[in-house]
T-cell receptor, first 118, second 116 residues
Framework: AQTVTQSQPEMSVQEAETVTLSCTYD???????LFWYKQPPSRQMILVIR??????QNATENRFSVNFQKAAKSFSLKISDSQLGDTAMYFC???????????????FGKGTKLTVNP | AAGVIQSPRHLIKEKRETATLKCYPI?????VYWYQQGPGQDPQFLIS???????DKGSIPDRFSAQQFSDYHSELNMSSLELGDSALYFC???????????????FGPGTRLTVL
């Protein structure tokens, strides 16, 4: 079974600064997807970024980028120019690729609560 | 862009009552997932459907059942409710791409169930 570990329960950053959230995972699969979801106080689950394991290039979405290290099974999220609206719980999630068979459910980490201070 | 719709958004029930949660996926999405998120917890997978057939089952109690209808909406039926069923229930939808590959799961706003 896959497991996802987020070792930082809480983090804080000053507005306009950069912060990195850590995520490691354990799997025997060779092909899979990794995601970061954001859950603000409204508790809506919002997709931040997606990475396919077969792609060596790290995904980026505006101020959000990842550092994907497949051999180390590490998938960190970097938020640049942090904004007050980035305050939220951030969940790292794993999903098997359809070619691997079996479940395509999302497996989540426990989350990192990020606070952006003015 | 259209999003996943869930109803009701809030639901209060007594112990041993029954609840039905509804989910309307993004248009043209054929796969629906249900997740349960307890207070301070990460979401846990309950069950999924593809083309109206159950595709996977997680830690879903026998008291719960679900189905996907011909219009692709899904309903989660919960009977003999317990205090521990109080949680946020998310529905997510996705679509199959070429080669059966699944696209990203997009979440609805959730239904907050409180069992008294």
């Amino acid at each position: 079974a896959q497991t996802v570990t987020q070792s930082q329960p809480e983090m804080s950053v000053q507005e306009a600064e950069t912060v990195t959230l850590s995520c490691t995972y354990d799997t025997s699969e060779s092909n899979y997807y990794l995601f970061w979801y954001k859950q603000p106080p409204s508790r809506q689950m919002i997709l931040v970024i997606r990475q396919e394991a077969y792609k060596q290039q790290n995904a980026t979405e505006n101020r959000f980028s990842v550092n994907f290290q497949k051999a180390a099974k590490s998938f960190s999220l970097k938020i640049s120019d942090s904004q007050l609206g980035d305050t939220a719980m951030y969940f790292c999630a794993f999903m098997k690729h359809a070619s691997q068979g079996g479940s395509e459910k999302l497996v989540f980490g426990k989350g990192t609560k990020l606070t952006v201070n003015p | 862009a259209a999003g996943v719709i869930q109803s009701p958004r809030h639901l209060i029930k007594e112990k041993r009552e029954t609840a039905t949660l509804k989910c309307y996926p993004i248009p043209r999405h054929d796969t629906v997932y249900w997740y349960q998120q307890g207070p301070g917890q990460d979401p846990q997978f309950l069950i999924s459907f593809y083309e109206k057939m159950q595709s996977d089952k997680g830690s879903i109690p026998d008291r719960f059942s679900a189905q996907q209808f011909s219009d692709y909406h899904s309903e989660l039926n919960m009977s003999s409710l317990e205090l521990g069923d109080s949680a946020l229930y998310f529905c997510a939808s996705s679509k199959r791409l070429a080669g059966g590959i699944l696209d990203t799961q997009y979440f609805g706003p959730g239904t907050r169930l409180t069992v008294l």
